[in-house]
C-alpha cells in the first residue's frame, strides 16, 4: 500500500495492485485489466464520481467506458468470446473499481453475478449429463448477449419486507400457453432503467399447493417487455449511482427460451457456491483502499487543489495511519485468500473464511473511513473532497443481503460452536432466518429437507 510513482487522479493520490498483491500469482493477462483500470479511474472514474454521486445519477459513461474494454465479459468462459476469469481475479478487479467509484464497482457486480450464475452453476459436479444439456442453450444465449450485444443485466432480488433467503420469492409465476406469465415486485433493483435484462428470480405458483423453495425459477426480462416497470425515488445515504428503484412486473409474459437455467439448478446457489453471494465485499475492500489512499495524500499535502499543507509532524495522525494500514492489510491478506480459493462445494474451512472475510470487510470499511475523516479533520466533511462520500458509501454494505454483518456473526457462532448434525437444531433459526446458511456437502437448504 505504499505508492511508488505516486501518479495523481482526479482528486487523490492512488495505490496500485503491487502495493498489496504479490504480482506473482496473478496472470499476466488478469494483471493487464487491473491495471487499465487504474488507468481508467484515474482518468475517467474518479473525475466523475462526485457528480454521480450528487446527482444519484447512474454512471453511464464508465459503464460504456467498460464494454468498449470488454470488461462486461470478465467471467464469460472463453469459447463464448469472454475473459473467463475466475471469481477471485473477477474480485481483484471489482475491486480495483471500488477504488474510484463505489456504485460503479457496486452495478459491476450485479451484472457480472447474472454472467457467473451461467458460468459457475454449469460447471457444479452435481449436474446431471440431463441437466447441461438442458442449461448450455440457455447460458449460451446470455454468453451471446453480453459478448455480441453489450448487453447489461441488472440482478433484482430482494423484495420488500421480506429475507428473501427465508421464504420462497413473494414474485411469482404460473404456468400459460406457451409460457409462464409474472407477477411482483423488487427491491433495490441496481441498475433499473439503464440495464438491458433483469434477471427475475421467482417461484412457480401451483394450484393448491404452497409456495415452495424447489419451485425456484429464474428469467431473463428484457427491459422492454410489456408489464414491466420502474417506479419510485432514488436518494440514499451512500451508493447513490447505483439507480436501485423498485421494479413492478405485472403478467409479464415469458417463455421456455427466457429461462437462465432450468428449474432447479438456481436454488442450489447458495449451499452449493456460497462464495458468490460474497461479492458485493469486493467494491467495499476498493472503498476501504480508497480511503487510507485519500488520507496518505492529504496529510502529505499532495492532493490537487489544496494547500501543500504537510501534516506528518502530528504524531496522533502517524499513529492513525499505521492502524488504518494494519485493518487495511489484514482485512484484503484473508479477503484475497477466500477468492483466490473459491470453489463449488466448498469446504467448512473455506465457507467459515469467506463468512469471516465478509464481515471483516463489510465492518473494516466503516471503521477505516471513520477513522480517515478523524485523522484528514474538518475540510473532509467537504463534498469538494472523496472522503465525504466514502464515508456515506462504506455504511451500506454491511446492511445488504444475503451476508449482513449480523447474518455473518450467527452463521460463524453457529458453525463454531453445533456440530454440522446440530445446525437444524440450534436456537435462533425460528422462522428460517438460516436459509442461506452453509449445511455441508448434502447441498440442500433447509426449506428442501
Known amino acids: 500500500m505504499v505508492m511508488r510513482d505516486r501518479e495523481f487522479q482526479g482528486n487523490r493520490l492512488m495505490s496500485e495492485p503491487a502495493d498489496y498483491y504479490d504480482l506473482s500469482r496473478i496472470r499476466p493477462e488478469v494483471l493487464d485489466v487491473l491495471t487499465r483500470i487504474n488507468e481508467l479511474g484515474r482518468e475517467r472514474f474518479a473525475p466523475r464520481a462526485k457528480g454521480i454521486d450528487d446527482e444519484a445519477s447512474f454512471p453511464v459513461e464508465n459503464y460504456k467506458d467498460l464494454a468498449a474494454e470488454g470488461f462486461l465479459t470478465l467471467t464469460v468462459p472463453k469459447e463464448f468470446g469472454g475473459h473467463g476469469f475466475s471469481l477471485g481475479e473477477y474480485a481483484m478487479v471489482g475491486a480495483e473499481i471500488g477504488k474510484y467509484c463505489g456504485a460503479t464497482a457496486l452495478t459491476f457486480n450485479m451484472h457480472n453475478s447474472s454472467m457467473m450464475w451461467s458460468r459457475f452453476m454449469y460447471e457444479l459436479p452435481n449436474l446431471t449429463d440431463e441437466d447441461r444439456a438442458a442449461f448450455a442453450p440457455l447460458r449460451e444465449r446470455q454468453f451471446r448477449r453480453a459478448v455480441k450485444e453489450q448487453g447489461i443485466y441488472s440482478q433484482p432480488i430482494s423484495e420488500a419486507g421480506q429475507n428473501w433467503t427465508s421464504k420462497p420469492a413473494q414474485t411469482w409465476c404460473r404456468k400459460v400457453d406457451g409460457g409462464w406469465k409474472i407477477n411482483g415486485f423488487k427491491k433495490f433493483a441496481s441498475l433499473a432503467g439503464y440495464c438491458d435484462y433483469y434477471s427475475i428470480v421467482c417461484t412457480e405458483h401451483f394450484e393448491g399447493v404452497e409456495p415452495r423453495h424447489e419451485d425456484t ?233
Open 217 to 449: 425459477m429464474i428469467f431473463v426480462v428484457h427491459k422492454d417487455v410489456p408489464g414491466l416497470s420502474v417506479t419510485g425515488s432514488w436518494d440514499p445515504l451512500g451508493m447513490r449511482g447505483t439507480n436501485s428503484r423498485d421494479l413492478v412486473l405485472k403478467d409479464v409474459f415469458v417463455t421456455e427460451e427466457d429461462l437462465m437455467m432450468p428449474r432447479g439448478i438456481f436454488i442450489k446457489t447458495l449451499p452449493h457456491w456460497p462464495h458468490m453471494m460474497a461479492t458485493l465485499s469486493p467494491t467495499y475492500m476498493g472503498v476501504a483502499q480508497g480511503a487510507f489512499d485519500f488520507t496518505v495524500a492529504y496529510l502529505r499535502g499532495e492532493v490537487p487543489g489544496q494547500p501543500p499543507a504537510d501534516r506528518r509532524m502530528f504524531g496522533t495522525k502517524r499513529i492513525t495511519v499505521g492502524k488504518m494500514y494494519a485493518k487495511l492489510a489484514s482485512m484484503r491478506a484473508l479477503w484475497w485468500q477466500v477468492f483466490m480459493e473459491a470453489q463449488g462445494m466448498p469446504s467448512k474451512a473455506q465457507v467459515m473464511r469467506m463468512y469471516a472475510a465478509q464481515f471483516n470487510v463489510m465492518e473494516g470499511v466503516q471503521e477505516i473511513a471513520a477513522l480517515a475523516i478523524r485523522t484528514c479533520g474538518g475540510q473532509s466533511m467537504l463534498k469538494s473532497l472523496p472522503l465525504e462520500r466514502m464515508y456515506r458509501d462504506s455504511r451500506c454494505g454491511a446492511l445488504m443481503l444475503p451476508y449482513t454483518s449480523e447474518i455473518m456473526e450467527d452463521y460463524l457462532s453457529v458453525l463454531t460452536l453445533y456440530d454440522m448434525d446440530e445446525l437444524d437444531k440450534a436456537p435462533g433459526d425460528e422462522g428460517g432466518a438460516r436459509s442461506s446458511l452453509w449445511r455441508g456437502t448434502s447441498g440442500t437448504l433447509k426449506g428442501l429437507r
